[in-house]
Structures are given as C-alpha cells and as structure tokens.
C-alpha cells in the first residue's frame, strides 16, 4: 500500500503512551538505564532489563534509549559540543535526514524527546524511502533562517543516498538554498556516517553513534525548534530539578 501520508505527525497510540501521567515512570526507567549503560552493561540487555522492569511498550522503550547515555558518553558529548553562538567560526555539516526529520516531527505534533545530553530527537523512522511532507520546506526554510542568521558562511548537507528520494530531496535542498543565496553544499553520500564521524567540520546530528565520535558537534535542532517552533511537544526525559 502506497504511503500516502501528508504529515510527520504522532503515532495514533502515542497520546496515551506520553500522556504527563506516565512521564516520571519513564524518567525513572531513563536514570535506571543510564546507571546500567555507566556500569558497562550492553545496550540491548539494558533495553530488556529497562523495558520488563518498567513495563514499557515498544515506543516507550524506543523513546528511552533514544535519550540515553552511559557517564562517560555524556561527559565526552559535552566535552565536545559548540556553543551554538559561536559555529560561525567554523563551517558546518548536517546529517541531512536526522536534522530534517526531527524538525518535520515537531512542527507536526510529534513528540519530540530531550535526553541527557540535551539534545531532542523523535520516534519518525522512514524505513528506507523518504516521503516529502507539508512541513518538509517549512522545516528547510526554518534550519536556513536560522545558519543565516548565526552567519554560518560554509554548510554541508549529507543525504543518504540508499535512501529512497534522496535525489529529490538534493534537489529541493538546492533550488531552496539558491533562491535565498544560501551557501549551502547538498550531497548524496553512501555512508554519511562515516564522513560526519571523520569530518573537520562542526557536525549536526543527534545520531549517538555519531555523536560519540565526531570532532565537535552543536545542538542546532534544539536551538530551531525551541526558537522556531513554539507548539513543539517536548518531553523532558531527565528530571531537571534532582
């Protein structure tokens, strides 16, 4: 069956799923997970051991390990964060679908999750194909006003390119960045991953793998849908005041 959605909105279970009377249970699970990732347990075991005790479904689960992090992980990601007030000292590179995405999903409705290293990542998946949705060029018109305005002079996109579309949408990225004289590079990439893990430039992503290898990063999504999008539904993952 053809996908025929329009927006990058919420799953139909998730209101129920992160309603505010189920949030302390999830931080709870949250901080147990970090403690066990801290103390060097695998991912996966901690993902079962977390789930079963809580009583988390699959989403629930996903949205946990998604805001995760060992000790050691968060203090090297801060080690190695920009202020996002000083990247226009430094040219940028953008992991094209996880920035895209993240922001499509907030100006959608979609949860949207703030984890321990600050940043807000979502439950959108696109399974191979990437689907355009009306919030996809209010999304790229919001990243760019924002790099224009930090006075980024050098930005990098990278698509994957075993993704479905991603022609399309390297092409939509440069009539866009055109149209506004944006110095924007867009590029298919077969391993994105590694070009961002490997890069001198300051990276944009919220990927941990990524995140946990890069040079220097910022937290550019936070910054565009906090300023940007102000009926985002942000769910904060960590309890701020402990």
């Not at 249970?25 to 993902?47: P, Q």
């Amino acid at each position: 069956m053809p996908d025929k959605r329009t927006h990058r909105g919420p799953h139909p279970s998730d209101a129920k799923l992160f309603a505010p009377e189920t949030r302390a249970n999830l931080r709870t699970a949250l901080a147990d997970a970090a403690l066990l990732l801290t103390k060097g347990y695998a991912e996966r075991s901690v993902l079962k051991l977390v789930g079963d005790r809580f009583s988390l479904t699959q989403r629930q689960r996903l949205a946990v390990m998604r805001s995760v992090c060992s000790d050691q992980q968060l203090a090297s990601r801060l080690n190695r964060r920009v202020d996002i007030a000083t990247v226009s000292d430094g040219a940028v590179a953008i992991d094209g679908y996880n920035l895209l995405i993240t922001i499509e999903a907030a100006m959608s409705g979609a949860f949207v999750f703030q984890g321990r290293d600050g940043c807000l990542r979502d439950l959108a998946g696109i399974h191979g194909t990437y689907r355009k949705v009306d919030e996809t060029m209010p999304a790229l018109r919001l990243i760019g006003a924002l790099l224009e305005k930090l006075g980024v002079a050098q930005t990098l996109w990278l698509l994957d390119s075993p993704v479905s579309n991603s022609g399309r949408l390297k092409t939509l990225i440069r009539q866009l960045a055109e149209e506004h004289r944006w110095s924007w590079d867009v590029r298919l990439s077969t391993n994105p991953d590694a070009e961002l893990k490997r890069t001198d430039r300051i990276v944009v992503t919220t990927d941990s793998v990524i995140l946990d290898h890069c040079a220097r990063w910022t937290n550019l999504g936070r910054e565009i849908i906090m300023s940007g999008v102000p009926e985002a539904q942000v769910i904060l993952m960590i309890d701020e005041s402990a």
